[in-house]
Every structure is written in C-alpha cells, then in structure tokens.
C-alpha cells in the first residue's frame, strides 16, 4: 500500500508556471513508478506524464511536451510536475498516481496505476 498526497496546484494567468508535488508514504518508493494525470470537466482523465522507478525514464502527453517537466527525488519520496507556460486547455484537477506490478509497463495508461492521490486543482486563466 502506498498513500499519495498532491500538493501545489492554484490559479495563475495563461503564461506563468506551477510546481506540483506529490509525496508518497508506505511501501519503498522506488517500487512504483509515478504518473501524473489530469481531469477537466466532463472529459475523461487524461494522461500527462510518468517516470519510470529511478528517473532515468520520462514520458509525456503531446499537449505538454516541452512545457511541463516531471521529476523525482527518492530521498523524499516525491514526485514533481514542474508546469511552463501554462494555458488555459491545461485547467483540470491533477492526479499523482503510482503503479508497478509490470516489469514493462505501460506508462501512458490509467489500468498501469494502482494507487491515486485526491488531486490538485490547476487553472490557468486567460
């Protein structure tokens, strides 16, 4: 069992940044690979991007690639989503998830991930 907690969301003007975190307490951390996932209203949750058990392997939607950053520090057992110009399509409730069960895993979808935080809201106003 592995407990996830988000941490960072907020408002911010179309253009600006945010820095997500997601800590993670329970089993060893370097067990999961971690995932960061977002919902808008009435759209289904969506794939941001993951990394994969010691960070030597990140991974990313198209919407996202070269704004947003993901990283870990497992001395901390943290996750983070470091968010570059932001627009206003990127408003959703985002969601740390941790997965692990696969030797290869598929990054990208949300049947990888076992455990999920209770999400933090992002909007970016235009």
């Known amino acids: 069992q592995v407990q996830l907690v988000e941490s960072g969301g907020g408002f911010v003007q179309a253009g600006g940044s945010l820095r997500l975190s997601c800590a993670a307490s329970?089993?060893?951390?370097?067990?999961?690979?971690m995932g960061w996932f977002r919902q808008a209203p009435g759209k289904e949750r969506e794939f941001v991007a993951a990394?994969?058990?010691?960070?030597?392997?990140?991974y990313y939607a198209n919407s996202v690639k070269g704004r947003f950053t993901i990283s870990r520090d497992n001395a901390k057992n943290t996750v983070y989503l470091q968010m570059n110009s932001l627009r206003p399509e990127d408003t959703a409730v985002y969601y740390c998830?941790?997965?692990?069960?696969?030797?290869?895993?598929?990054?990208?979808?949300?049947?990888?991930?076992?455990?999920w935080g209770l999400g933090t809201q992002v909007t970016a106003t235009s």
């Open positions: 329970g089993r060893t951390f370097t067990t999961y690979i």
């Open positions: 990394i994969s058990r010691y960070g030597a392997s990140t």
């Open positions: 998830a941790a997965g692990g069960r696969s030797d290869t895993p598929n990054y990208y979808s949300t049947q990888t991930y076992d455990y």
